[in-house]
């Protein structure tokens, strides 16, 4: 069911050590319901985050964890990440095989599963699966590090998919400031996945709520 009239702020941790995803979710426990965390495998995209999902049951938190497997062939490695305090998996389109195996293992371990489109790939490709994920993301930047400058036609996409299916969740991820996080919304996203601009913030809670109120 779409979340109506309210934009939710997730934290994204996008870091080479488990040691700073910890320190990051105490960071922003206090101010979120929900913590993304970027995984790449160095294929998917070149660039290298954390990505052992032996450590997850290290990470004592009460936040609701989305993992976001920016990999090649996530069917092989999603098992690994079915698991405590993981409640959701975004897959890319992009990378995937096989959609339905992906939500079948998601539905069987009680897990929500999201498909997000990167930058480069048209919006469309997720319209086969509207109504059989949990939620739909626009990936505004290339897989890779934080920080980078949301990509231009990012605003009309998200317009295409809110008008494609008005009963999505719609998330989008990157290139987040005050300014971007108007247009998003006022495009029709539901929820704001940002990591430089809240962890680079001196007040974590204070940019969390301007980012929530520019929505």
């Known amino acids: 069911m779409k979340i109506e009239n309210y934009l939710e702020i997730i934290p994204a941790i996008n870091v080479p050590t488990f040691?700073?995803?910890?320190?990051?979710?105490?960071?922003?426990?206090?101010?979120?319901?929900?913590?993304?965390?970027?995984?790449t495998d160095g294929v998917f995209s070149k660039h290298l985050t954390w990505h052992d999902a032996r450590d997850l049951p290290?990470?004592?938190?009460?936040?609701?964890?989305?993992?976001?497997?920016?990999?090649?062939?996530?069917?092989?490695?999603?098992?690994?990440?079915?698991?405590?305090?993981?409640?959701?998996?975004?897959?890319?389109?992009?990378?995937?095989?096989?959609?339905?195996?992906?939500?079948?293992?998601c539905r069987e371990a009680k897990k929500e599963i999201g498909l997000a489109v990167g930058p480069e790939t048209f919006w469309g490709q997720l319209e086969p699966w509207f109504g059989r994920v949990d939620m739909v993301q626009v990936l505004a930047v290339c897989p890779g590090p934080s920080g980078q400058k949301m990509a231009e036609g990012t605003i009309e996409k998200i317009t295409h998919l809110r008008n494609s299916c008005p009963s999505c969740i719609l998330e989008v991820d990157g290139g987040i400031t005050f300014e971007s996080a108007s247009l998003v919304k006022n495009a029709g996203a539901d929820i704001l996945v940002a990591?430089?601009?809240?962890?680079?913030?001196?007040?974590?809670?204070?940019?969390?709520?301007?980012?929530?109120?520019?929505?």
């Open 19 to 39: 040691e700073e995803v910890k320190e990051r979710v105490k960071k922003v426990e206090p101010f979120v319901t929900w913590c993304h965390l970027d995984v």
């Open 58 to 105: 290290l990470l004592h938190t009460s936040l609701y964890m989305e993992v976001h497997l920016m990999v090649e062939e996530p069917e092989k490695i999603i098992d690994q990440w079915l698991v405590f305090p993981v409640r959701r998996i975004i897959v890319q389109v992009e990378a995937v095989k096989d959609m339905e195996l992906l939500i079948r293992k």
């Open 195 to 215: 990591g430089s601009m809240i962890f680079a913030s001196e007040d974590v809670g204070m940019t969390i709520e301007k980012l929530k109120n520019h929505g």
